[in-house]
């Protein structure tokens, strides 16, 4: 699939097939997060791949819901969490992106964003997203959950933190685009004053 036809028609999916997804899909998924950018290299990242349906659905149990007009709704993914075949859970090692490069001692940032964990591993998320839809697959990135009881039922080590999770499945749909903002709205050109 051609790079922008696939930044185009990715969309977030949360309907699977109970079809399997096979470890060399799952592997090449990896690969592509494996090769995304990140500050001075650090590469803080690490990926958990859940398969075992008893974890699934004690993570699927930590799913954050939101309040539509003053009601209460499910998490949109709710049931994807539920039937997907594979999970890849999204963790960063903290206190290594954003920091001063080859001072590992050095806990100073370098800029005032100050960690920039989330940065890093959405870059890895985002090439791991696209290339499950380049091999016909489907995922969708969740963040609304209670990532430190995601932690505690994987026994992710001090120093790590969960940040998204990404459901990896065989979609039944192609799904639809909810509307982009138009350049007109989100670009400025050269001066923001206007
Ligand atoms: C940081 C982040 C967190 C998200 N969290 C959730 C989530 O918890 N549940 C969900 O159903 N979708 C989640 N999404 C998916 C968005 O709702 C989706 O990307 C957006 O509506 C645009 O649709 P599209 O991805 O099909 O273009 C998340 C997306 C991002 C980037």
């Known amino acids: 699939m051609e790079l922008f036809?696939?930044?185009?028609?990715?969309?977030?999916?949360?309907?699977?097939?109970?079809?399997?997804?096979?470890?060399?899909?799952?592997?090449?998924?990896?690969?592509?997060?494996?090769?995304?950018?990140s500050w001075a290299n650090t590469q803080c990242w690490r990926f958990v791949v859940v398969r075992d349906p008893e974890v699934k659905a004690r993570i699927g149990q930590c799913l954050m819901g939101a309040k539509i007009e003053?009601?209460?709704?499910?998490?949109?993914?709710?049931?994807?969490?539920?039937?997907?075949?594979?999970?890849?859970?999204?963790?960063?090692?903290?206190?290594?992106?954003?920091c001063k490069p080859g001072d590992p001692t050095s806990k100073d940032f370098v800029t005032d964003k100050g960690d920039w964990f989330m940065f890093d591993t959405a870059l890895a998320s985002q090439n791991m997203v696209l290339a499950a839809h380049g091999l016909g697959?489907?995922?969708?990135?969740?963040?609304?959950?209670?990532?430190?009881?995601?932690?505690?039922?994987?026994g992710i080590p001090k120093g790590y933190r969960v940040v998204v999770l990404l459901p990896l499945g065989v979609p039944t749909w192609e799904g639809k685009a909810p509307p982009r903002k138009t350049l007109d709205e989100i670009v400025?050109?050269?001066q923001w004053d206007s």
């Open 70 to 98: 003053g009601k209460a709704v499910d998490n949109p993914a709710t049931k994807a969490i539920n039937t997907v075949p594979v999970l890849i859970v999204v963790c960063a090692e903290m206190n290594k992106s954003g």
């Open 188 to 190: 400025v050109h050269d």
């Open 5 to 37: 036809e696939a930044i185009s028609t990715r969309r977030s999916i949360r309907r699977y097939t109970a079809d399997p997804v096979d470890d060399d899909k799952v592997n090449k998924i990896l690969e592509a997060g494996r090769w995304a950018p």
């Open 137 to 154: 697959l489907a995922t969708v990135i969740m963040g609304a959950f209670d990532a430190p009881a995601v932690e505690e039922i994987l």
